[in-house]
């Protein structure tokens, strides 16, 4: 199988981080996540990284999470349950306080745990046709886990649209409520990344460091580990209720879920 992350190092010390699934549009498992984490133990050791670039192989960024995978953890002991949780929060979390800065490059779809990756990054730019959704709670699933980051990238009061209605949304939008930082043409995406990188390249590394840690420090969804204990339960513990077992089953039989009264008129 084809590595579900791939990473690269520049002569600059910029990183480029591939989600490399897109047979499954970028859809996330357990050995992308462990990609993931791979990846950042890797760059943790180069002395010489100034920023670090994430985007999706194919035609979407990142399409929530592999709906066999899911079925497959929510069905195991609850032990690999909350392992499942705790390792996907921790991927998160480390990305968020990666020392140097994070670019996110979205095209296409960015749905559920994708909204909590760029919501790490300190810069996202889109492309104009690209689509986001924090989707959870349609299949009864909640994003427990990703919520501290998305608290801070659009605040609380479009989280509890956008993370209760689970509509979708477009990158004007997402602009505009703060998940996202600009919005370009497909064809200019590439060359905004490499925009904003020129312009961190030209900052004080260390100086960036303190600035992202200070920023951290005071952000409104600040973790520590019990925060994090406590979401990760959450998080696991409502992946193996009653409710996320129908919903997964209606996302996979194409139905609407038992509790659905959406009107067809």
Known sequence: MPNPVLWSLD?????????????????YNGAMIEGLHQAMDALAHEAN?????IAGNG???????????????????????????RRTAEAVDRLNRLP????????GFCVGG???????CDVVIATE????????????????IIIPQLADAIGARQLRRYALTAERFS????????????????AELEAAGERIVDALLANGPEAMAETKSLALEYAFGKIDADVMAALTISHARKRQSDEAREGLASFAEKR??????????
């Open 129 to 144: 046709d690209a689509k986001f959704a924090i989707s959870e709670v349609r299949w009864g699933l909640t994003a427990a």
């Open 114 to 120: 994708g909204t909590g990756l760029i919501a790490a």
């Open 59 to 85: 035609r979407h960024f990142q399409a929530g999470a592999d709906l066999n995978w899911l079925n497959s953890v929510r069905t195991g002991s609850p032990e690999e349950n909350e392992h499942a949780s």
């Open 100 to 107: 140097v800065p994070t670019i996110a490059l979205v095209q």
């Open 256 to 265: 609407a879920a038992n509790w659905s009264t959406v009107s067809k008129g």
């Open 49 to 53: 990284l100034r920023a670090v670039v």
């Open 171 to 186: 990158a004007e939008e997402a602009r505009r409520i703060g998940l996202v930082h600009e919005v370009v043409p497909a």
């Open 11 to 27: 002569p600059r010390g910029v990183a480029r981080l591939i989600l490399n699934r897109p047979e499954v549009n970028n859809a």
